[in-house]
């Protein structure tokens, strides 16, 4: 049980963290511009803002002295709980998917030998006009574009990532991920499998803490910079360097971050699939 000044604390705390990321999006939103990095977080993800700033405290938890706090929790004579006897159910499939998921990608070593490439790949032989992010600047012509991608290959095993590659890109690509493959193909080192900690969090909301949720958030936003800069995009206009992966030198600083976010993120996996253990074993 929470008591009403915890919890409450808990929740504007909450709130003030979101907000930093949450109010600068809105204003761009609202004034018909986007950034590359960090609206991709709202954009791509489908966690809307409102959803993401909302705290809850996690499943078995009593809100002490909370009467009406939301549509998925019940009111008890000590406080607001959330409604495990409707939730379960409906979230034991996702549950029981997620954690098969996590426990696999924590299984295996981390590969960090993909240098981005997955990012030059959804931009191989396509005009400037047709690339995702057509607002901003190519580092690279085409033409020299495609010959990194062609003389270094790619390496990518996650999904997600593949299915944006340009259709000359994909028979260049090592592996060919599938939806079903998933499981078996994730792994730690991949930024975008540490990226999606973020969607398996949210996910699993309200049913696990925000800060949880707000945690993976934060990673995946740094993530996605990194992401952005190993790309063959020029974002330096807007205080991103690149990381020249065509280069010895880059490839080793993008190997770095890699084992940096790898290890970052193992306690946020560890977190999650712990999460989906718990609420897997109850029952209600």
Same mark, same amino acid.
């Given at each position: 049980?929470l008591?009403?000044?915890?919890w409450?604390?808990?929740?504007?705390?909450?709130?003030?963290?979101?907000?930093?990321?949450?109010?600068?999006?809105l204003?761009?939103?609202?004034?018909?511009?986007?950034?590359?990095?960090?609206?991709?977080?709202?954009?791509?993800?489908?966690?809307?803002?409102?959803?993401?700033r909302?705290?809850?405290?996690?499943?078995?938890?009593?809100?002490a002295?909370?009467?009406?706090?939301g549509?998925?929790?019940?009111?008890?004579?000590?406080?607001?709980?959330?409604?495990?006897?409707?939730?379960?159910?409906?979230?034991?499939?996702?549950?029981?998917?997620?954690?098969?998921?996590?426990?696999?990608?924590?299984?295996?070593?981390?590969?960090?030998?993909?240098?981005?490439?997955?990012?030059w790949?959804m931009?191989y032989?396509l005009?400037?006009?047709?690339?995702?992010?057509?607002?901003?600047?190519l580092?690279?012509?085409?033409?020299?574009?495609?010959?990194?991608? $062609?003389?270094?290959?790619?390496?990518?095993?996650?999904?997600d @990532?593949? *299915?944006? /590659?340009? !259709?000359? &890109?994909? +028979? =260049?690509?090592?592996?060919?991920?599938?939806?079903e493959?998933?499981?078996?193909?994730?792994?730690?080192?991949?930024?975008h499998?540490?990226?999606?900690?973020?969607?398996?969090?949210?996910?699993?909301s309200?049913?696990v803490?925000?800060?949880?949720?707000?945690?993976?958030?934060?990673?995946?936003r740094?993530?996605?910079?990194?992401?952005?800069?190993?790309?063959?995009?020029?974002l330096?206009?807007?205080?991103?360097?690149?990381?020249?992966? $065509?280069?010895?030198?880059?490839r080793?600083?993008?190997a770095? @971050?890699q *084992?940096? /976010?790898? !290890?970052? &993120?193992? +306690? =946020?996996?560890?977190?999650?699939?712990?999460?989906?253990e718990?609420?897997?074993?109850?029952?209600?």
């Amino acid at each position: 049980m929470l008591d009403r000044r915890e919890w409450q604390e808990r929740a504007a705390a909450h709130e003030r963290r979101v907000d930093a990321w949450v109010a600068p999006h809105l204003r761009r939103r609202e004034a018909g511009r986007s950034h590359p990095v960090e609206d991709f977080m709202f954009i791509y993800y489908g966690h809307r803002p409102a959803r993401l700033r909302r705290w809850h405290p996690g499943a078995g938890v009593v809100l002490a002295g909370a009467r009406g706090f939301g549509k998925e929790y019940l009111d008890t004579d000590e406080g607001a709980v959330l409604d495990l006897a409707t939730l379960l159910p409906r979230r034991k499939a996702t549950l029981e998917w997620t954690a098969a998921l996590l426990s696999a990608t924590a299984s295996r070593p981390p590969h960090l030998g993909c240098f981005g490439m997955h990012e030059w790949a959804m931009v191989y032989k396509l005009p400037q006009r047709e690339v995702r992010h057509a607002a901003q600047p190519l580092r690279l012509p085409p033409e020299e574009i495609a010959e990194v991608v $062609e003389r270094r290959g790619v390496r990518c095993s996650h999904f997600d @990532a593949f *299915r944006f /590659f340009t !259709e000359p &890109a994909r +028979p =260049l690509n090592a592996l060919q991920p599938t939806r079903e493959r998933q499981v078996e193909l994730e792994q730690p080192g991949c930024l975008h499998a540490n990226m999606d900690l973020y969607k398996w969090a949210y996910k699993l909301s309200p049913l696990v803490p925000s800060e949880l949720v707000a945690d993976c958030f934060e990673l995946a936003r740094d993530i996605r910079a990194v992401d952005m800069r190993a790309s063959p995009y020029d974002l330096s206009a807007l205080g991103y360097p690149p990381i020249r992966i $065509e280069t010895a030198a880059g490839r080793a600083e993008y190997a770095a @971050a890699q *084992r940096v /976010f790898a !290890e970052r &993120a193992k +306690p =946020l996996r560890a977190r999650l699939l712990e999460e989906c253990e718990r609420l897997l074993a109850l029952r209600v």
